[in-house]
């Protein structure tokens, strides 16, 4: 596990910086016989985190490049290893022959992830705060990217650990009561026991709620754009993606396939998705379209009907909305307000469980935009609440933490359940253990050391 490792760090194609990185022992002995500085000092005996400036060679000695680079000594380092980061022009062939010279001074090729992966194994990184790594790099709108970030700082992790504290506490005090039954404690109080499991109880709770809104924040919430041609689906999601920064994710091999972005609305990412519509239709490509539509209402967290209101709504534009307002909660933009002979219709309400706001709006001129922007985040805001709480870094992004957190609510339940029912504290032993190893699986902990040692610490056990 502990050998040399070496990996270009930039992504691939032309750019002004490359950087390669090196962890393992043997990093700064290995990065010297590439690099050789221009001062008197040597790279591997240069002081920590100091650029030099020098020359980068072949294994040959041929030059390669000038550029820049540093050392870092274990155990400060990003991965806790001995490290070291080469700079050179941004040049494909000039990384590449530079990477080839580090493996020929003794390190072999990183798998993806080594580096972050040795940081956690070295205790650098919680489980966490290594998906936030990964998170910081994928994040594709702004709050995607603070999450990250703010997770990445160990927002996530403390408050894990507040949690992993308190079960540890509850775990230590029935361990002690246990284990060490003539010793001088406290006398064990079910009520005091039962709050402190409730208490953990919600904390819990509140931690997994943040799981859908948290996931949606690096997924997006998708909403599917649909209604007849010439409404203006494309020209509204043109204009959107004009009224901020959109990434387009997709770009249609036919007018009839569906497109995507990304783009942030009022504090929310959003994928928006713009249908061929859904027509029935001989034409298989149309009828390929039509599926891949009903596809996309299916899945969207939302959905947004757009109508030309310059013409009077039809049976078909009735239908769709109908069986938009089936599906999901519903926005239904009145387009092309810009144009004379415009009337904002009142249409019969199909019977539905799900929430209908009406907007008027011109894609082309962009009034109405606003309102547009309101009404998605707030029905954004409704479907994935933060359950009043500050949010930069501590939310659950993906399924491997709502599932650990899941696990660890399930357990806390079953003790207080069991707690309740009056069984003794030994049963309720195995799952407040469950909840504390789901819980050191999330962010890559140990569960017994902690509740020994949290046992002397407390009651000052056999002393
Ligand atoms: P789609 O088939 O629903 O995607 O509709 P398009 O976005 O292609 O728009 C159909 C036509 O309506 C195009 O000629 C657009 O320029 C026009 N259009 C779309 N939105 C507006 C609008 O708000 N005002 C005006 N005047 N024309 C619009």
């Given at each position: ?7 270009i ?35 591997d ?6 650029l030099l ?5 072949d ?26 980061e080469?700079?050179?022009h ?35 990184l919680?489980?966490t705060?290594a ?43 029935f361990?002690?009561?246990?284990d ?19 208490a ?5 709770a ?14 997006g ?25 959109a ?11 569906t ?6 609305l ?16 001989d ?6 379209g039509?599926?891949r ?27 769709l ?31 539905a ?8 709006l011109?894609?082309?001129t962009g ?27 501590q ?21 207080g ?14 799952d ?9 699986e999330l ?13 002397f ?5 056999g002393k």
């Open positions: 596990m502990s050998d040399l490792i070496a990996a760090a930039t992504p691939p194609g032309p750019g002004g910086v490359g950087i390669l990185r090196l962890s393992g022992p043997g990093a700064h002995r290995a990065a010297g016989q590439v690099f050789r500085p221009q001062g008197p000092l040597p790279l005996r240069a002081p920590d985190r100091q400036y020098g020359t980068l060679h294994p040959a000695g041929n030059l390669l490049d000038t550029g820049l680079a540093f050392i870092s000594r274990a155990p400060h380092s990003y991965t806790g290893e001995d490290t070291a080469l700079q050179c941004g040049a494909p062939v000039v990384l590449s022959l530079v990477l080839d010279a580090l493996y020929a001074a003794g390190a072999r090729p990183a798998r993806p992830g080594e580096f972050t992966q040795r940081a956690f194994l070295n205790g650098k919680d489980l705060q998906e936030a790594v990964i998170d910081l790099i994928d994040a594709e709108t702004p709050s995607a990217a603070r999450q990250a970030a703010g997770q990445l700082a160990g927002a996530l992790s403390r408050r894990i650990d507040g949690i992993y504290q308190g079960l540890t506490d509850i775990m230590a005090h361990c002690a009561v246990l060490y039954p003539d010793e001088d404690i406290d006398p064990f109080r079910t009520q005091q026991l039962q709050e402190d499991l409730t953990q109880r919600e904390a819990l509140a931690l997994l709620a943040t799981g859908r809104r948290g996931q949606r924040l690096t997924k919430v998708s909403c599917a754009l649909i209604g007849r041609p010439n409404a203006g689906k494309s020209s509204l999601l043109n204009a959107l993606a004009g009224y901020d920064r990434i387009v994710t997709h770009i249609p091999g036919t007018t009839r396939d497109i995507e972005v990304t783009v942030e009022g504090g929310f990412p959003f994928r928006l998705v713009d249908t061929a519509g859904l027509r029935e239709s034409d298989p490509i149309e009828q390929l039509a599926q539509s009903r596809q996309a209402m299916d899945q969207a967290d939302l959905l947004l009907v757009v109508w030309d209101g310059t013409r009077p709504p039809t049976g078909e534009d009735q239908d909305l109908a069986q938009a307002l089936a599906r999901a909660d519903t926005i239904l933009a009145v387009n092309k307000a810009d144009l004379p002979g415009y009337t904002l219709s009142t249409l019969t309400r199909p019977d469980p799900h929430t209908l706001t009406t907007v008027a011109s894609a082309k009034q109405g935009l606003d309102r547009l922007e309101a009404a998605l985040s707030a029905l954004a805001e409704a479907a994935f609440p933060l359950t009043g709480q500050a949010a930069a870094g939310l659950l992004t993906n399924q491997r933490q709502t599932d650990a957190v899941g696990r660890a609510l399930a357990a806390v339940d079953r003790a359940q069991a707690l309740a029912a009056g069984v003794t504290p030994d049963a309720l032993l195995t407040v253990e469950e909840a504390l190893a789901a819980l050191g962010t890559g902990r140990t569960v017994r050391e902690d509740i020994t040692q949290r046992i610490e407390r009651f000052c056990v």
